[in-house]
């Protein structure tokens, strides 16, 4: 039985190595199989196929490449707000309706961005874009890059600090941004050719009510798989996630959110504590596909 990642980043958007690299890191990892999900943007996909193409041309073990992303959307219920993520797995990235509105959201982020430093600059916190890219100028700049930056410039000492002090959403210096709702997200994925997952659902502190009332709207919009193992979630809510899928006919899918430097603690392939996904898993979502395609 051979390993996978199916939650992966790269600096395509706030991961710290760049696509070639994130290759290379699960080739020596020995998975057989990633995906490359970038929030919001496909941008590192055909640098990784072609690093992949790179090694196995000189003879090198090289894990399959999955085109993916990671869209951040918003749930409304209940007279809330809560921010939710979608994978797109076998996504193709040229297709019209989703290029346009990856294009669209890259905009409208590039715009909160700017309105993030201008209100930073008002109260005398001097952050500049380039402290923000870090010299990778096509990158997507997430909340993650400016708490990066707060930090290099002494505003802050820990992450936690910038999203607290300066990042929460909707707050003094960080403006809402632009999103779309979940079952939205995963029309686009399909319209691109991809397969929707429901992205670490324990991660938002939804209650069990609240995750099984949010799967079963997604599952009518088309949702395919749920994202069962990841590095947070516990034995235990691993196990319910997967009685989930059941009720709901959804395939599991797992992956470690790996990031590089920016989690430390979390490899790619193996995530926290030793957590591993099996390639069986990938195996019944590529028959799945095939059979779905007839």
Same mark, same amino acid.
């Given at each position: 039985m051979g390993y996978i990642d199916?939650?992966?980043?790269?600096?395509?958007?706030?991961?710290?190595?760049?696509?070639?690299?994130?290759? $290379?890191?699960?080739?020596?990892?020995?998975?057989?199989?990633i995906a490359l999900t970038d929030h919001d943007t496909t941008?590192?996909?055909?640098?990784?196929?072609?690093a992949e193409k790179k090694r196995r041309d000189a003879g090198l073990f090289a894990p399959a490449v999955i085109p993916g992303t990671e869209l951040s959307c918003s749930w409304f219920h209940d007279g809330k707000e809560t921010e939710i993520h979608i994978l797109g797995l076998f996504i193709e990235p040229e297709q019209k309706d989703f290029k346009a509105f990856l294009e669209d959201m890259i905009s409208a982020r590039e715009s909160r961005n700017s309105e993030i430093l201008r209100r930073l600059a008002a109260d005398g916190i001097l952050l500049s874009m380039e402290d923000l890219t870090e010299g990778i100028s096509?990158?997507?700049?997430?909340?993650?890059?400016?708490?990066?930056?707060?930090?290099?410039?002494?505003?802050?000492?820990?992450?936690?600090?910038?999203?607290?002090?300066?990042?929460?959403?909707?707050?003094?210096?960080c403006p809402l941004k632009k999103t779309v709702e979940p079952k939205d997200a995963v029309s686009l994925i399909l319209k691109a050719g991809g397969f929707p997952v429901f992205a670490h659902p324990m991660r938002y502190h939804l209650s069990w009510r609240e995750i099984e009332a949010l799967?079963?709207?997604?599952?009518?919009?088309?949702?395919?798989?749920?994202?069962?193992?990841?590095?947070?979630?516990?034995?235990?809510?691993?196990?319910?996630?997967?009685?989930?899928?059941?009720l709901f006919h959804l395939l599991p899918t797992g992956g470690? $959110?790996?990031?590089?430097?920016?989690?430390?603690?979390?490899?790619?392939?193996?995530?926290?504590?030793?957590?591993?996904?099996?390639?069986?898993?990938?195996?019944?979502?590529i028959e799945f596909r095939a059979n779905s395609s007839r």
């Amino acid at each position: 039985m051979g390993y996978i990642d199916l939650h992966v980043h790269s600096n395509a958007s706030d991961g710290t190595m760049t696509p070639e690299e994130v290759v $290379d890191c699960a080739a020596k990892a020995g998975l057989s199989a990633i995906a490359l999900t970038d929030h919001d943007t496909t941008a590192g996909v055909s640098k990784a196929l072609a690093a992949e193409k790179k090694r196995r041309d000189a003879g090198l073990f090289a894990p399959a490449v999955i085109p993916g992303t990671e869209l951040s959307c918003s749930w409304f219920h209940d007279g809330k707000e809560t921010e939710i993520h979608i994978l797109g797995l076998f996504i193709e990235p040229e297709q019209k309706d989703f290029k346009a509105f990856l294009e669209d959201m890259i905009s409208a982020r590039e715009s909160r961005n700017s309105e993030i430093l201008r209100r930073l600059a008002a109260d005398g916190i001097l952050l500049s874009m380039e402290d923000l890219t870090e010299g990778i100028s096509d990158t997507v700049i997430t909340r993650a890059h400016f708490a990066s930056a707060l930090i290099k410039r002494g505003y802050v000492s820990t992450v936690e600090q910038a999203f607290k002090r300066y990042l929460a959403s909707g707050g003094k210096y960080c403006p809402l941004k632009k999103t779309v709702e979940p079952k939205d997200a995963v029309s686009l994925i399909l319209k691109a050719g991809g397969f929707p997952v429901f992205a670490h659902p324990m991660r938002y502190h939804l209650s069990w009510r609240e995750i099984e009332a949010l799967t079963a709207e997604l599952s009518g919009a088309g949702l395919q798989g749920m994202e069962v193992y990841y590095s947070s979630h516990t034995a235990e809510q691993s196990r319910r996630l997967r009685s989930l899928c059941r009720l709901f006919h959804l395939l599991p899918t797992g992956g470690s $959110d790996f990031h590089g430097a920016k989690k430390p603690d979390i490899h790619i392939g193996t995530g926290y504590g030793g957590m591993r996904v099996s390639d069986l898993l990938l195996k019944d979502i590529i028959e799945f596909r095939a059979n779905s395609s007839r």
